[in-house]
């Protein structure tokens, strides 16, 4: 009996023990738990780099223009804005293999929808619409039933929406002409600019600037990256500019990059911006891009894109950005010049937004966005533009992009008003200009403009 005691006795000191020590690592266990999920700064969870491949090489010919479409995939179509859901539905229907091929892309790329959206306006505040309308009576009935167009690109995440009827509202011409503007604000600038004197009032990198006939580098001040250059041209006027001095101009910003690579060798992905006018965020009137290398991944929406294209890859095993301009292409929205190919985007972020592309940087790549932006400022007459830009990662195969530039107008250049709003930043983008104008203007005018100078 004494015996039976003391070896309960001992198990259930045992059991204690063991019970005790369970009761430790629960409480280690649930606490971990509850202090990483609570508070998580010793546990950080980062969502994977993503990780590219080795893409086909872009190719700006595209196999279907919109001559074949207009034959064999969508033979009678108003070609605009308002018209694309039409086309759409035609596409669908078309029997040849290409049409179909493409009209998968198509609709791979892109989501297309459109809306109405009806109102009543109280009447006495009907003389006040028409007032706004010009008292154009057809506009203002277009008010009670509107076209509403939302396009988005699935692989980029972008998202456009589009009133036509915003676009047809007279406009007020403002008080002071953009000519005089710009007449007073080039004079009055010229006297102390830094550029015109870059020698003795810009930075320069530590491993030193770079010229050419017409152009130079500097270093930015206020630095945006370890390698941020200011290229600049040497001449003062930021709208009147020739062919040879634009090029050099850009081929100096290729001399850079290759100069910043060989002394950070790590240094792969170029991008350029480019602001015209205090309009636009210009800190100078004097005509100057800005441009980075980075170490890692091109900044903010170029990697955006690439990482789309990546993804695009993957499902569909095939160049995002040779699909997207056959698309452009089909749909008559595109202009070429040799291997170079130019654009009216469908989800633009702002008013007429042309974006150029071609497979590396080339004469023929900036003899097109030279003419691009030619129309911007002698047939649209819009005197401020932005640009961004995206070069091919230095000696980096995988997730290649073509160098592209993105275009678009910013308003007169008289105007104080923002031309962006919270929607923009925040929600989608609004833009009431029909992409089919802007290539018909383009067009026209890079035609005729590249004719003319026996290119």
């Given at each position: 009996m004494h015996e039976e005691t003391c070896?309960?006795?001992?198990?259930?000191?045992?059991?204690k023990k063991w019970l005790f020590f369970v009761g430790i690592a629960l409480g280690f266990v649930l606490f971990n738990c509850v202090y990483h999920t609570r508070i998580g700064k010793f546990s950080v969870i980062t969502p994977e780099k993503s990780k590219y491949s080795v893409w086909p090489q872009f190719e700006s010919k595209s196999p279907i223009n919109n001559i074949f479409f207009r034959s064999e995939c969508v033979k009678a179509a108003n070609y605009s804005l308002t018209g694309l859901s039409d086309i759409k539905t035609q596409w669908a229907r078309a029997q040849h293999p290409l049409c179909q091929k493409y009209y998968n892309k198509f609709t791979s790329i892109f989501t297309l929808k459109t809306r109405k959206a009806t109102l009543s306006i109280p009447e006495g505040f009907r003389s006040k619409v028409r007032g706004w309308l010009a008292n154009n009576e057809d506009l203002y009935q277009e008010i009670f039933v509107q076209d509403i167009i939302h396009i988005i690109s699935e692989f980029t995440r972008e998202h456009t929406v589009f009133n036509p009827l915003r676009d047809k509202r007279p406009i007020q011409p403002p008080d002071q002409s953009q000519s005089e503007y710009f007449d007073e604000l080039l004079k009055a600038t010229a006297k102390t600019c830094d550029f015109c004197n870059f020698t003795h009032f810009t930075a320069e990198h530590t491993f030193g600037r770079v010229q050419s006939k017409h152009a130079f580098t500097a270093s930015n001040i206020f630095k945006i990256d370890t390698l941020h250059a200011v290229v600049a041209m040497k001449q003062h006027d930021p709208l009147h500019w020739s062919l040879e001095e634009f090029v050099d101009l850009f081929r100096l910003t290729e001399t850079w990059i290759k100069k910043a690579n060989s002394h950070y060798p790590q240094a792969r992905y170029p991008a350029l911006i480019w602001d015209i006018l205090p309009k636009c965020g210009a800190s100078q009137v004097h005509p100057h891009l800005q441009l980075v290398l980075d170490f890692e991944r091109y900044h903010g929406e170029i990697e955006a894109w690439r990482r789309g294209a990546q993804e695009y890859y993957s499902l569909h095993n095939s160049n995002y950005f040779t699909d997207l301009v056959a698309v452009y292409s089909a749909l008559n929205l595109t202009v070429t010049y040799g291997s170079a190919v130019?654009?009216?985007?469908l989800v633009p972020k702002r008013d007429h937004e042309m974006v150029i592309m071609a497979r590396e940087p080339s004469t023929d790549f900036y003899t097109l966005l030279f003419a691009v932006l030619r129309a911007f400022i002698d047939d649209f007459h819009k005197m401020c533009y932005s640009m961004g830009m995206a070069y091919p990662a230095v000696d980096t195969p995988e997730g290649k992009l073509p160098i592209y530039a993105r275009v678009i107008t910013r308003g007169f250049?008289?105007?104080?008003?923002?031309?962006?709003?919270?929607?923009e930043m925040f929600l989608a983008t609004n833009v009431n200009i029909d992409p089919y104008k802007t290539i018909d203007v383009v067009r026209s005018s890079v035609n005729q403009r590249l004719k003319n100078m026996n290119l």
């Open positions: 070896t309960m006795s001992t198990v259930i000191k045992w059991n130019a654009f009216a985007s250049v008289t105007d104080i008003r923002s031309d962006i709003s919270s929607f």
